[in-house]
């Protein structure tokens, strides 16, 4: 960046990578415009969490305090230096901060959430919101979107719903038509509804070969009479499976599958070592053809279903969300982006309450295509007249635009959010200037050197040259292309702080002789847990983040970590249902619902009842009736607390707070509340020094220390989703289909199997995002704990394996309890 367009505050797009100090810089920007006197209300800053804005009011604040002290010039000389303006004054700080405690609810720095909303309320009848509307949370969407498809499974009558599940089910009729449609709409609905009506019509199979030349090719395939038996086996088999019509037999055959190569590389068709007779080429391509006929007419008849259930869907949750006045941000986004793609930009500025001349986006690589629709009309307006400041020249800058984030850190795929929205942004904003920040004031330089080395070397494994490149259905090419892509576009990060010494250390934890994976996965913790007791008790006064990849096993680490009498905290926090003491509660509840029912009897025959003989289902129900839900809770909590460890005391504390406030619901029903309590995570009060969370709730955190005890799992999982054929991530996807195995994608046209492949680079790019993230969280000590495996199963695509493959470790990793892996400066505590 020049010093002019700095002036000027140029449209800015900042790649930025792991503690590089992004909010840092969205801070100094923020500042910059403050102090050039733009109106707070004109300003719009937005983060991923509302933690991240309100760090970012207090971070402004705090900086504002300390410049206006005429006895503080090393702040003062700071600032100076962070909004570049040499000539600052302590007293214009001191004038700015009163005039921002004064407008503080005209400045808006918020999440992207609470902007649509913002915005949606300023257009309540383009978007058709109900009136006196409210937003949801996760778990009332969850109980409507239960409720719509209970309704869909009601109107289908028994022989639609056979159809309906046949054709969803690849043939197989599933038991559970619920789960199964919980499966599609999970899976399908969030892509529907931003792609056009007929975008599941666009697989289409292609045309059976007619009856006669089938007949004519089963008669063929029976002529040559081939030496080895294997091969006259095979030909048989097929001869007879084209004259059954019965094509789904032989859909997975290895020889189809060797008829595609063939047909792509131009080589003959061969069947193991075998060589097969002559003159069968044209029989084999029509037996081909009918098979691929068959499978994709079968995908077709699946997309075909799914979009008629997500059309049934789709009408009776937004019957029910209208009639509740209800609306989940999603929804709230998916209809500004409709609206906002087909309005005028004016009428949309003259509409919105008070126009916004400063948009500054954070963590910008998780926007989503919908939200990106939104928000590019607000972007091109600030950018419009940003570009005529830099013309002229101009010290102050009417209109400014900036936006921060880390493609590496790109982990909400599941949420829409892709990488490639910086790319958008630097093709549809005229003049935007773009800047790397790779310098980190968070990691020590043996962390950096290490990051360095694993994202630079990932190519080393040995799945970054799997896959045949030239071959669009081969799904391991893609992967590797997303492996190698991300280790040449890696870049070389610096540490800033180059005196603070830091440590990594990677080993294996004790050997399980025979044991299944969950015994491998406990022994991992076990020998975690006892690690972070040893690190804990040596590193008083520092933070550790136990960072891993599934809820489940943060439960199992918690328990571990209390039972060495670490003191231990949660992210994010547990369902209160974590304590037995809750447990008793709920099941009286449910009991007093179902007396008949055992099973609540049994859970509480030996706490509440035993403690207070004269409660009964029936005494519980009435008492419910009588003085409803909130105060039936806390009288049943107050028989348990004086049994209870501070532990269950607090969860049952907490219990009572949740049952006041479900008190508001408009129709509370204990059976929900009681679901309630099974599902949302409510955290635990205080900040312990050791937390425990998954590395997605540690994005945006840091850490004097991070421990990783989860890294032999499979980098990405087996995709149950749908695929969507999107040529630009602006425009909504042109066809989708549901997902089939890479067994199959030699069936697809070319178009298809390319959408396909990139669902495949985009879930191994993501898994290689997580891997930065959790990695980058540590500012000294990082402690990796992985499992002992024989040296193939380092082949396999683990990040456990990248990281052996990337050091160059050539120590035994079949060995328990050895150390693969060592640098830095083990005394750093
Ligand atoms: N210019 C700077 N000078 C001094 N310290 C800085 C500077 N920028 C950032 N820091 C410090 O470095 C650390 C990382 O900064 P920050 O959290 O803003 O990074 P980030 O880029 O948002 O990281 P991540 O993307 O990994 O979450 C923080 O402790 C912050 O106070």
């Given at each position: 960046m020049n010093q002019t367009t700095e002036n000027a505050l140029a449209p800015t797009l900042v790649r930025a990578s792991a503690g590089t100090g992004k909010t840092y810089q969205l801070t100094a920007r923020l500042l910059r415009i403050l102090l050039q006197d733009?109106?707070?209300?004109?300003i719009l800053a937005t983060t991923f969490t509302r933690k991240a804005a309100g760090e970012i009011l207090t971070r402004l604040l705090e900086v504002l305090a300390e410049a206006g002290d005429d006895t503080n010039a090393d702040a003062l000389e700071a600032l100076r230096a962070q909004v570049g303006l040499e000539g600052l004054q302590h007293r214009r700080c001191r004038q700015l901060l009163h005039k921002l405690v004064r407008n503080l609810h005209r400045l808006k720095i918020c999440t992207l959430d609470s902007l649509f909303t913002q915005l949606a309320r300023s257009f309540p009848f383009e978007l058709s919101l109900p009136p006196a509307w409210r937003l949801t949370d996760e778990i009332e969407e969850t109980w409507i979107k239960e409720r719509a498809i209970n309704q869909v499974v009601s109107i289908l009558n028994p022989g639609e719903m056979t159809t309906m599940l046949t054709m969803l089910g690849k043939g197989e009729i599933k038991r559970s038509i619920q789960r199964e449609l919980i499966q599609v709409v999970d899976a399908a609905y969030s892509i529907h509804r931003r792609s056009s009506d007929d975008a599941w019509s666009k697989m289409v199979a292609p045309k059976q070969p007619d009856a006669k030349e089938l007949t004519r090719v089963a008669g063929e395939l029976r002529l040559p009479k081939p030496k080895q038996k294997t091969v006259a086996a095979k030909l048989q088999a097929f001869a007879d499976a084209t004259q059954a019509r019965d094509f789904g037999s032989i859909i997975g055959d290895t020889l189809i599958k060797n008829i595609a190569k063939a047909r792509r590389t131009g080589s003959e068709v061969k069947f193991g070592r075998s060589k097969l007779p002559d003159g069968i080429d044209d029989a084999l391509d029509i037996v081909y053809a009918a098979v691929r006929t068959e499978l994709v007419g079968l995908l077709q008849a699946q997309n075909e279903a799914t979009s008629q259930i997500l059309h049934a869907y789709d009408y009776h949750v937004n019957q029910l969300k209208q009639s509740a006045r209800v609306l989940s941000f999603e929804d709230v986004a998916v209809r500004l982006g409709k609206l906002f793609s087909s309005i005028d930009q004016q009428a949309l500025m003259n509409r919105m309450d008070g126009a916004i001349d400063h948009l500054l986006l954070d963590e910008f690589q998780d926007t989503s295509p919908s939200q990106w629709q939104v928000l590019r009309p607000l972007a091109q307006r600030t950018c419009a007249a940003s570009a005529l400041n830099n013309e002229l020249n101009l010290e102050k800058a009417p209109r400014s635009f900036f936006c921060v984030g880390d493609t590496?850190?790109?982990?909400y795929g599941w949420r829409?959010?892709?990488?490639?929205i910086f790319d958008a942004v630097t093709q549809q904003i005229d003049g935007i200037e773009t800047a790397n920040q790779d310098e980190s004031f968070r990691s020590s330089p043996d962390l950096i050197e290490f990051v360095n080395l694993i994202f630079k070397r990932l190519d080393r494994h040995p799945m970054a040259s799997?896959?045949?490149?030239?071959?669009?259905?081969?799904k391991s090419a893609h992967e590797a292309m997303a492996v190698r892509r991300f280790a040449k576009n890696f870049p070389e990060h610096k540490a800033n702080k180059k005196s603070l010494k830091g440590y990594v250390r990677i080993q294996t934890c004790r050997k399980i002789e025979e044991g299944d994976k969950n015994a491998n996965d406990d022994a991992c913790f076990e020998d975690a847990a006892n690690l972070i007791a040893e690190i804990a008790g040596k590193a008083k006064g520092k933070t550790i983040g136990v960072l891993t990849r599934t809820n489940f096993a943060v439960v199992r680490l918690i328990f571990m970590l209390e039972s060495r009498g670490v003191n231990v905290s949660q992210e994010g926090g547990n369902p209160l249902t974590d304590s037995p003491a809750v447990e008793s509660i709920l099941s009286a509840l449910m009991m007093s619902e179902h007396p008949g029912d055992g099973r609540w009897n049994f859970a509480i025959s030996q706490t509440l009842l035993a403690l207070?003989?004269?409660?009964s289902p029936d005494s519980i129900r009435r008492r419910v009736e009588q003085v409803g839900i909130a105060e039936t809770v806390e009288s049943l909590c107050a028989v348990l607390v004086p049994m209870c460890s501070p532990r269950d005391a607090l969860r049952l504390k907490q219990l009572t707070r949740l049952a006041i406030a479900y008190e508001n619901h408009p129709q509370p029903r204990l059976r929900d509340f009681v679901r309630l309590v099974q599902e949302k995570r409510v955290e635990r009060p205080q900040q312990a020094p050791v937390r425990v969370m998954t590395v997605h709730q540690a994005k945006g955190l840091e850490f004097d220390a991070v421990v990783l005890p989860q890294l032999d799992g499979a980098l990405t999982q087996s995709s149950g989703n749908c695929v969507a054929d999107e040529r630009s991530i602006s425009e909504p996807p042109t066809g989708i289909s549901r997902y089939i195995g890479q067994?199959?994608?030699?069936?697809?046209t070319p178009r298809w199997q390319h959408a396909f492949g990139s669902q495949g680079d985009s879930a191994m790019t993501e898994a290689l995002c997580l891997l930065y993230v959790a990695i980058t969280r540590a500012k000294q000590g990082l402690y990796i704990m992985i499992q002992p495996s024989r040296k193939t199963e380092f082949e396999n695509k683990t990040a456990a394996s990248l990281l052996y493959h990337a050091t160059g470790c050539d120590t035994d990793p079949t060995q328990g309890e050895s150390v693969l892996f060592e640098s830095g400066h083990s005394d750093w505590l």
């Open positions: 733009s109106p707070p209300e004109t590496k850190q790109a982990i829409g959010g892709v990488a490639e799997q896959g045949d490149p030239k071959d669009p259905s081969d207070d003989p004269s409660l067994d199959f994608w030699h069936f697809l």
